[in-house]
């Protein structure tokens, strides 16, 4: 049985179809249709969060903190059913999908502290004779109306990095998520509802590319921000203007293995970090770089591993990897390894596809330049490679137009700082995989992984201006 599904425009549901069908994607029947805005309504969303920049702005930073307090308690409430809902529009698997409810409850919960520490700070001015006397302070103001992108992989937590911050910055929103898993976002948008947010502050919408297209490029969102492919996201970035952006466009994450680490960990951490959301996400780790001295060893075991990971139905508690999410993607993703095995590359574990089923699959000796070690695989496929000098794995990893976050396992502070000055990252991971994130920190990349970067105190830090005020004494 499917269910109709609203959207919300300028705060209010709306229901001018429901053409969008949403399918569990391990058994493929629909589950749901949701409305899909068209030109007029996307045009609706953004007047109307633009018209209440000043009423957003204006609310004190107690009530955005407590609103978003409130919005973690609900989610908390709802554990189960959203959890559930991850699981079948988006075919996590269970044990994952209630790790990123976990994660939209504490980024909520991290935004609404955040709110009340937005701060300036006082410049000195007597630089010279003619400044004495002058005082100026700085504050930061709202940035105005924001438009958001959102893709499938975390279609809650990715949309809490996005909203949450607005709340707490005071900045109105017009969010689009991914057509793929929109119902995630509307349950958000459900508790959204439930706040005191300015009237027509907010709008959570689905509709096409072509209709999205304002929410790029009218410049009166004042900031875009984006998750998504690097190829899409290149695009949007020359359609956006004069406005901030804030990209983060994927990565091919890499794992340095050297003589000195301990590998029962490194192997746990690594498998964890490759499989795990059946390898969708940006940060997964894909390329796998151990020392020769060590290179069997781990790859005997890592075989093992794999093979034996359960793989199905993400309804199944025990279930690590489960569907693609597409049997298209599954598909070209099957396509890219088989090219590999054909240009030399050896099959170690998986290989095969049944749908959007595709088995945890592990390769080694994939040419460095095969798209496989030069592209975002995105699916539960990671590939095997060995090094003798520590600075040659380094340029390993650097082999690569992307820059997300890398790990190394080594027991060498000398070599983990040298990583940490070598790699063209947005972070280092020492003695974990690449994979790992909290919600509070830092996170972005470079080249092409994207610009900026997401947690929600930088993206308050996006979402407002420095305002100086300077005052001439008498």
């Known amino acids: 049985m499917t269910h109709a599904h609203a959207i919300w425009i300028a705060g209010k549901r709306a229901t001018p179809n429901i053409d969008l069908e949403v399918v569990d994607k391990f ?4 589950i749901a249709r949701v409305a ?21 702005a204006s609310v004190p930073v107690h009530a955005r903190r407590d609103m978003l307090r409130h919005a973690a308690d609900r989610f908390d409430a709802q554990r189960d059913d959203l959890a559930d809902l991850l699981r079948a529009e988006g075919g996590k698997p269970i044990s994952a999908a209630r790790g990123e409810v976990s994660r939209l409850i504490e980024t909520f919960t991290i935004a609404s502290e955040e709110a009340v520490r937005i701060a300036g700070e006082t410049i000195p001015m007597e630089t010279s004779a003619r400044t004495e006397g002058y005082r100026a ?57 439930e706040l005191d947010l300015p009237e027509g502050s907010w709008s959570v919408l689905c509709c096409s590319n072509e209709d999205a297209a304002p929410i790029v490029a009218d410049e009166r969102l004042r900031l875009l921000s984006f998750t998504g492919s690097d190829t899409v996201g290149r695009e949007l970035a020359k359609q956006a203007g004069m406005k901030r952006i804030v990209m983060e466009l994927g990565g091919n994450a890499a794992c340095i ?29 894909q390329r796998i770089i151990a020392h020769a001295s060590t290179y069997s060893a781990l790859r005997d075991r890592l075989v ?33 390894i088989t090219h590999a095995v054909d240009a030399g590359a050896a099959m170690l574990a998986g290989g095969t596809r049944d749908g959007a089923l595709l088995a945890p699959t592990l390769l080694e000796g994939v040419p460095p330049a095969h798209a496989l070690n030069q592209e975002e695989a995105f699916g539960p496929v990671a590939m095997l490679a060995s090094f003798d000098d520590f600075d040659e794995a380094l340029a390993q990893v650097n082999d690569s137009r992307f820059g997300l976050q890398a790990g190394v396992f080594t027991t060498d502070l000398r070599r983990a700082h040298r990583a940490w000055n070598t790699l063209e990252v947005g972070a280092v991971v020492i003695n974990d995989a690449p994979s790992f994130r909290v919600d509070h920190m830092p996170y972005g990349g470079v080249k092409h992984s994207g610009l900026g970067r997401e947690g929600p105190r930088a993206a308050i830090a996006d979402m407002t201006e420095e305002r100086l005020l300077i005052i001439r004494g008498v």
């Open 27 to 30: 058994t493929g029947s629909p």
């Open 36 to 56: 899909v805005a068209g030109p007029d309504l996307v045009e609706e969303a953004i007047a109307s969060a633009f018209a209440a920049r000043a009423a957003f």
């Open 137 to 193: 302070t700085t504050q930061r103001v709202p940035i105005g109306a924001c438009g958001f992108i959102t893709p499938f992989n975390f279609p809650l937590n990715l949309v809490a990095h996005k909203v949450a911050p607005a709340i707490a910055a005071g900045c109105p929103f017009v969010l689009k998520p991914s057509d793929k898993t929109p119902l995630s976002a509307l349950a958000i948008a459900g508790v959204l509802d």
């Open 257 to 285: 293995v050297d003589e000195t680490a301990d590998l029962d960990d490194a192997i746990d951490r690594i498998i964890a970090g490759a499989y795990t959301t059946t390898g969708q996400r940006c940060i997964s780790v």
């Open 304 to 336: 093992e591993r794999v093979r034996a990971l359960p793989a199905g139905d993400p309804a199944e508690p025990g279930t690590v990897v489960g569907p693609m999410i597409s049997a298209d993607a599954a598909g070209a993703l099957h396509g890219r």
